[in-house]
């Protein structure tokens, strides 16, 4: 070994704009997803029959015809599951792969169709004969308080203070409510699963799945097998969002049963109407709430309800709701408060995960308060955001008994104030609102806080698998999976960092149960916290071996081996790295390690309601002006400015994509995303003809993003940075404000509009028109 002199740094490692490690693939379109993968000769596809009712009993069923058709070589029922029929997340048992005896949702799956082709299956499911008794239904959360619809789950309260006495002493008091819409994820990719049969009781699937255990664990029980005899395989996904956590189940569940049962390869994938109107959704809220002030806005009491439509079963409804509650305050300080949640049943397909986890619809909530007490008090809602300001002794705690210890809004909020000319552009806009009559336009500069970690704290874990070859190239698998998001780029930037080598020697591969086992879902804001954790963990273990290795080969103590760029250094002796490894395994020092992390501090007592579910808070402030046409109700966004806080980034290339991102999806969800039942209880946004998510003409005119360079997680996470994947999605709410304002404008500022999410021009039209008759 020679001494030769280390280039200077490492190509890819933490804290570097680098690109998404399938970025290139994905603009060539040779990334491989599942529909991607080559058939195994006889594989067969499978279809589902879903439900033409929203609520009946199901009288009989014809399959016949469904059986007699071309290509069909078989049709399950919950009849043909080995195991048990349930795929519920919740332990409820509430969530049937197959209805039986009773429907509950318009598009619930009845049956499964298997044939030689996907087209043959398709068709033959049209086929069934099935008579149906019908029963009341109810699809509105409204509708089903009012008919006495059960909740899904026990209920949370938060309560801290006396909220009885302040309210009744509150010098002022508002009374009001809001409706938030529910929201589609809208992934490119839909669900998929594709189920290999394996020796004796095994199984190999390929699912589209955020959390490749927990569906590892329902086909074992679906197929009553153990979770080893299941091994779940991920190498990307085409969007997730929060729609493949646990809907994924389903899917991965029907094509196992189909494989099993055939000795044949099945794949399942639904087209886009199917798979929107058979998956769960983003809950909408109705928000029922009353406020004590003063008269300088700071509030004094808030009691508030959030009731959801939580659909047919209760999936994930419970933490859901729980994390609106957690975010019902944002950035606020409330004295004295009492939030509930009152997760419904409805007929409706259960709603699931999505983007915030019910955290968007709590703050949206909050904002709404905010906003209030502004035109009560003819203010700037901002002056009345900063006078609520979660601050110093007693007036840092949350309503579920947090201290708030890293608050950095204040700081986040005058920075981005100073640097967009909120002021300035504000007295702009009244000007030109008393000038105009057709074009009003509006402003608004909104904060987020968001608290990162799973809620259920066992969640709140991770493992990888690194392996140093011989040849000094690097082996990398951990729990968390791949959906466009950059997660493995940055995982393995981390990996890259630790032992000083270039990214290239890096190599990711798929996220497999069969590797590392027990994993967490890939959400909650979490994947690069965790894993990066774990895989950081499981190579410092190597390195450790090695630095033992080289204080014996070269005579030298353990403070004089240091990983330098592409080498080590063992005092005077510098080895490249592949060298370094080759002489090492030479020597028999094991080379391989298994990471585990799991995150401090944190712990919850729901049935207390107190606790510190969130080990650290993520910031972000943004500004949006808007101009609407009070003749149509039409608007676009003029322009956006955006400052957040990723703490000390893992990659800032991949933050700004993902804060740019969040912002445009969550502004979709508030202005042009509507979620449509009709009175038969049936979806009838199913489509991209029906369904508007944002186009890239609905972007802001104008859009600067920047993140807060300054910030450094005070607490011990990955190389100190923050989670970027949820908190920018509450950006979004800024645009909802503005268009509020310009509302508001046509009764010079002196009523709250009380604009119901999604802000679609229909809803800005009816209020300016109601705001003009009000006036009248």
């Known amino acids: 070994m020679n001494s030769i002199q280390p280039i200077t740094s490492i190509r890819g490692g933490v804290h570097e704009k680098l690109p998404h490690e399938s970025g290139h693939k994905h603009v060539a379109g040779t990334a491989e997803y599942i529909d991607d993968m080559p058939e195994p000769a006889g594989t067969l596809h499978a279809y589902l029959g879903l439900s033409q009712r929203a609520h009946a009993e199901i009288v009989s069923i014809d399959l016949d015809a469904v059986a007699a058709c071309e290509g069909v070589v078989g049709v399950l029922t919950a009849d043909d599951i080995p195991g048990h029929n349930d795929v519920s997340p919740a332990g409820k048992h509430d969530d049937p792969v197959f209805a039986v005896g009773k429907v509950e949702f318009h598009g619930q799956p009845i049956f499964a169709v298997i044939a030689e082709t996907r087209q043959m299956a398709r068709q033959a499911a049209t086929k069934a004969k099935i008579e149906y008794r019908d029963l009341d239904h109810v699809t509105d959360v409204l509708e089903a308080e009012r008919a006495n619809y059960p909740l899904v789950i026990d209920p949370l309260k938060l309560e801290r203070g006396d909220i009885l006495a302040a309210m009744s002493k509150a010098r002022n008091r508002l009374v009001g409510e809001m409706r938030i819409g529910g929201q589609d994820h809208f992934y490119l990719e839909g669900h998929i699963s594709f189920a290999i049969p394996a020796e004796d009781d095994e199984v190999i699937v390929y699912s589209s799945t955020q959390h490749p255990s927990e569906t590892q664990h329902m086909v074992a029980y679906v197929l009553g097998v153990p979770s080893n005899a299941v091994t779940v395989n991920v190498r990307r996904m085409g969007g997730g969002f929060g729609g493949k956590e646990t809907q994924a189940n389903l899917f991965a569940a029907a094509a196992a049963i189909a494989a099993k049962k055939y000795n044949r390869a099945v794949k399942i994938r639904p087209d886009r109407d199917d798979d929107m109107v058979a998956t769960g959704k983003r809950h909408d809220f109705h928000v029922a709430y009353e406020i004590g002030f003063d008269d300088e806005g700071r509030i004094e009491a808030v009691d508030a309800t959030y009731s959801a439509r939580c659909g047919f079963s209760a999936d994930l409804s419970g933490p859901v709701t729980d994390r609106a509650l957690f975010h019902a305050d944002n950035c606020y300080f409330y004295p004295h408060v009492r939030l509930r949640s009152r997760p419904l049943k409805t007929n409706t397909v259960s709603n699931t995960a999505f983007r915030g986890f019910g955290g ?353 997680n005070r607490e011990e996470t990955i190389r100190r940075s923050k989670a970027v994947g949820e908190p920018p999605f509450m950006l979004a709410i800024s645009v909802l404000e503005a268009l509020s304002m310009a509302v508001a404008s046509v009764a010079d500022y002196r009523l709250s509009p009380r604009l119901d999410a999604p802000a679609t021009p229909e809803r800005v039209l009816m209020a300016v028109e109601r705001l003009r008759e009000a006036e009248r």
């Not at 990066?532 to 410092?540: E, F, I, P, T, V």
């Not at 005077?572 to 030479?586: C, K, Q, S, T, W």
């Not at 094991?590 to 992390?597: E, M, R």
């Open 360 to 712: 968007p619809q709590g703050m949206v909530g909050g904002e709404r308060m905010i906003e209030e007490i502004a035109y009560a008090l003819g203010k700037d809602p901002l002056d009345i955001r900063k006078a609520n300001f979660y601050g110093g002794e007693g007036r840092n705690v949350t309503p579920y008994h947090q201290t708030v210890e890293d608050n950095i809004i204040p700081q986040i909020v005058a920075e981005l104030e100073e640097s967009s000319d909120y002021a300035a552009r504000r007295a702009a806009i009244l000007n030109f609102n008393r000038e105009s009559r057709i074009i009003r336009k509006g402003i608004a500069l909104t904060p987020v806080k968001f608290g990162i970690s799973f809620t259920k704290t066992e969640y709140n874990q991770a493992g990888a698998l690194v392996h140093v070859y011989a040849d000094g190239s690097i082996h990398l698998n951990h729990g968390g999976t791949e959906m466009g998001q950059g997660l493995y780029t940055k995982v393995a930037q981390v990996v890259a960092d630790e032992f000083q080598v270039d990214l290239n020697r890096i190599k990711v591969t798929a996220t497999t149960t069969a590797k590392v086992p027990n994993t967490s879902a890939t959400a909650a804001s979490s994947g690069s916290d965790l894993n990066g954790m774990a895989a950081a963990n499981a190579a410092q273990q190597i390195k450790a071996r090695l630095v033992d290795f080289a204080v014996e080969k070269f005579g030298v103590a353990k403070q004089e081996v240091f990983f330098e760029p592409n080498m080590v250094r063992a005092g005077d002796n510098l080895v490249p790295f592949n060298e370094f490894i080759r002489a090492a395994y030479g020597a028999r020092v094991q080379l391989s390690a298994a990471g585990f992390y799991k995150t401090p501090k944190i712990h919850w007592n729901r049935s207390e309601g107190r606790g510190r579910p969130f080990y650290y808070f993520a910031y972000g402030a943004s500004v949006s002006e808007v101009s609407i046409d009070t003749l149509t109700g039409e608007y676009q966004v003029d322009r956006t400015d955006v400052l957040h806080d990723v703490g000390r980034s893992l990659n800032p290339a991949l933050d700004l994509g993902q804060v740019e991102g969040a912002f445009v999806q969550g502004m979709g969800w508030l202005t042009t995303e509507e979620l449509w039942w009709d009175a038969k209880g049936r979806l009838r946004t199913h489509a991209p003809s029906t369904y508007k998510i944002p186009l890239a003409s609905d972007r802001p005119r104008q859009f600067n993003v920047n993140l807060a360079s300054w910030s450094v």
